[in-house]
């Protein structure tokens, strides 16, 4: 009885992207309990057990709930005050001495949209520096560059109701069942469908594949250019739709001639029947969709792999078709929210830094000189480590994330920080192992605790309210960029008279009016009363709040001649081939009860219960020949690092050659042996494959 509230508030999941309606219960001020919301049209009442148990973060004891400052004794509390004066001191004075491109910030997916937009005019107008990006470029940053080069911009063009609506739905490296479960759901409701898997490994997603495809690891891109020059081959392309719409079909008609089945046969370890059926499969259907989330991404041909599935949706006519769709299935709660208001990837409104015409616009509209805005990209995140290294940065200022935990080859990031001057990590928990590292602590409010708006993977933007205030002194991330923005002197001009995330949302809405990601026609109280709404939303939109929106449904792209690139991708081996020395082929991934580094989900005791410990996942033949039984303790070893001490599973879903380890816990982190090879157009990390060896403990 005790769990009953007397009030409940209205927000929508913090965990991941699949952007569930939900209700946190108070009771007597407290938080007591969560549940779905019914009328929520993603999840339509039900949660995952994440979501479920959401209401112990925010009384978790490990909470940051005063500013830190570091002195003689390690890192003591300090009033805001100090705190806020102390930063922006230490930010003019590197940007005196070395410059403002000195200072590099790293932020997250976790913001609500209106502080990130709210970030990105401080940091880019406020302190002057470029080198910003996220740490959605260790999740999404693939995604986003395949869709700008196969379509002019970024934004995935489906909806979810391309799930319940498809004949054929192909995942590729997605495992769906454990990482967005509930979206998983929308697969029931389509009974007339086809679902094919493709993954090196029997996850839980594949056990529910009409098809399972147990490809090599990292040959997923040739397996999608055996299945279009099998679509080509035999026809089945859509050729009004390729000369209207695209450019390059012939020079790739030539580039795939090689890919026949028995190539990508050799290369996938999938016999040639098996291709020629899938692609026959997915070629006939009547709205055929592709998902894929980190088993592309993670990869250092990842934009590519997106590219060459961008290729299989045009080539057959399935862009902004229903039920048809190349879709990124994103990781974290807003990853979408920061790359629509930009500064990362692109301006806001996926505005181009190139484009001379864009770079006016919205200076005017921010009623600042053009000079201002930038007309390239700053420095990727794993491009600011190496910038640390190198004294090129010399002052960070990290937001709600938790790279000790999460960046690759953990010894590099551990050698760059200790170069920094100045080290700010601003978080709602502390400590962590990133916060321990800093000179300043900035406590901020959880999601429960603050307001704003999160747009989830189909593009769908939901309201985010507060249940409760923050703990001790803790403030909205929001409160402390506008704070800051006074400390520098730069908050009238900038944010005039603003006060609320909704002052923030109501100028994006400006920004965005007339672009692709349009929420000019959006309000607070139209998301909350239908679930969310879907952009592009401009004012006057012509459907219902409710509908399902598209993009390019017209066939007109957001490239200079409207016309989308089919784009030559040529499949490589992936970078460090198993030795002698280094015989497995290392997978990383997540599993349904934690998220990411387990900072919030393991201070939920009732997930911890269940998924207390990393685990080594090997197959029955290779534990067999080292003589490992279930349950040893065993040490895995790269040439960059060991992790000890991990729990073995001796299980067949994972083939012979290869090993697989959850990436979530900081006590075993399986990040000490991944390597620092990143994506060379997205930079994104090459987590998924890697060579170790298994050592009994
Ligand atoms: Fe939250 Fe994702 Fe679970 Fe929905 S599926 S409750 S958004 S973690």
């Known amino acids: 009885a005790q769990r009953v509230a007397d009030t409940w508030v209205k927000t929508t999941c913090g965990y991941c992207s699949v952007g569930c309606g939900m209700q946190i219960g ?43 400052l570091r002195g003689k004794n390690g890192l003591e509390r300090i009033s805001w005050e100090e705190a806020l004066g102390t930063m922006a001191g230490e930010f003019r004075r590197v940007a005196e001495k070395y410059g403002p491109q000195a200072i590099g910030v790293i932020s997250t997916g976790q913001l609500v949209t209106e502080e990130f937009y709210t970030l990105g005019k401080l940091v880019q107008l406020g302190l002057g520096t470029s080198n910003f990006d996220g740490n959605t470029t260790l999740c999404m940053s693939t995604a986003v560059s395949g869709y700008k080069r196969s379509f002019g911009s970024d934004g995935p063009p489906g909806a979810y109701e391309d799930f319940t609506k498809a004949e054929v739905i192909l995942l590729i490296g997605a495992n769906i069942a454990e990482n967005h479960p509930i979206l998983c759901q929308h697969l029931d409701a389509n009974t007339k469908k086809t679902l094919i898997v493709a993954d090196p490994r029997v996850s839980k997603t594949a ?65 040639t029947e098996l291709l020629e059926r899938v692609a026959h499969l997915y070629g006939k259907a009547n709205g055929a969709f592709i998902g894929w989330t980190m088993g592309v991404n993670h990869s250092s041909k990842g934009t590519e792999t997106v590219n060459a599935i961008n290729n299989l949706a045009l080539l057959t006519g399935n862009v902004g078709r229903v039920g048809g769709s190349p879709f ?64 090129k940065i010399r002052a960070l200022w990290i937001i709600a994330t938790n790279p000790l935990v999460s960046f690759p080859n953990i010894d590099v990031l551990k050698q760059a920080l200790g170069e920094l001057e100045f080290l700010v990590v601003q978080d709602c ?41 923050p703990p001790g002194e803790a403030l909205s991330d929001f409160d402390i960029f506008l704070r800051l923005a006074g400390e520098l002197g730069c908050r009238e001009e ?35 009363a239908y679930g969310g709404i879907q952009w592009p939303y401009p004012k006057n939109a012509d459907t219902a709040p409710t509908a399902a929106r598209r993009l390019y449904t017209d066939g007109v792209f957001e490239t200079a001649d409207g016309r989308a690139k089919l784009i030559c991708a040529e499949w490589e081996p992936f970078p460090e081939q198993p030795s002698q020395d280094y015989p497995f082929v290392l997978n990383t991934g997540r599993t349904v009860e ?92 090459n987590y998924k494959q890697c060579a170790v060896r298994v050592e009994k403990a």
């Not at 081959?233 to 390729?242: A, C, K, M, N, T």
């Not at 994006?508 to 692709?516: F, M, N």
Request: charged share 25%; aromatic share 8%.
């Open 429 to 469: 928990f502390h400590p962590t192992p990133t916060t321990v590292l800093a000179h300043m602590v900035l406590p901020a409010a959880a999601w429960g605790e603050k307001e704003g708006t999160y747009t989830n993977s189909e593009r769908r933007v939901s309201k985010v309210n507060a249940a409760v205030p």
């Open 207 to 271: 056990m529910m594949a009409d098809i399972f495809l147990p490809v090599k690891p990292r040959s997923d891109l040739a397996l999608v250019n055996g299945i279009a020059h099998i679509l080509i081959r035999d026809g089945l392309i859509d050729r009004e739709y390729i000369d209207r719409h695209t450019n390059g079909f012939d020079e790739l008609c030539r580039f795939l001639d090689k890919y026949d089945p028995e190539y990508v046969s050799g290369i996938t370890g999938l016999s």
């Open 26 to 68: 108070v009771r007597e001020g407290k938080v007591v309990t969560s549940r779905g919301d019914q009328n929520h049209s993603v999840n339509r009442g039900k949660l995952c057990p994440k979501g479920l148990a959401e209401h112990y973060v925010l009384n978790a004891e490990n909470r940051a709930r005063y500013p830190h």
């Open 328 to 391: 990124s299935i994103t990781g974290q709660c807003n990853a979408m929210g920061t790359r629509e208001t930009g500064f990362t990837s692109s301006l806001p409104g996926y505005r181009k830094f190139e484009n001379e015409t864009d770079r006016e616009e919205l200076a005017s509209l921010w009623g600042v000189a053009v000079e201002r805005i930038p007309t390239q990209r700053g420095l990727a995140y794993p491009d600011i480590i190496s910038a640390v290294l190198r004294k």
């Open 494 to 528: 900038l944010f005039p008279g603003w006060k609320e995330p909704r002052d923030a949302f109501e100028e994006w809405k400006r920004v965005s009016e007339g672009r692709l990601c349009d929420y000019s026609g959006m309000t607070y109280e139209v998301m909350e």
């Open 594 to 685: 934690h998220w990411h580094t387990r900072t919030k989900t393991g201070a939920i005791a009732i997930l911890e219960q269940i998924a207390p410990r990393a685990w080594l996942e090997m197959n029955p033949v290779d534990a067999k020949r080292l003589m490992l039984r279930p349950h040893d303790l065993v040490d895995i070893v790269s040439t960059r690092g060991r992790v000890r001490r991990v729990e073995l599973r001796v299980t067949e879903v994972i083939a012979p050659g290869q090993v697989f380890v959850p990436f979530h816990f900081a006590e075993w982190n399986i990040n000490e042996v991944t390597q620092d090879i990143f994506d060379p157009i997205s930079r994104e990390p």
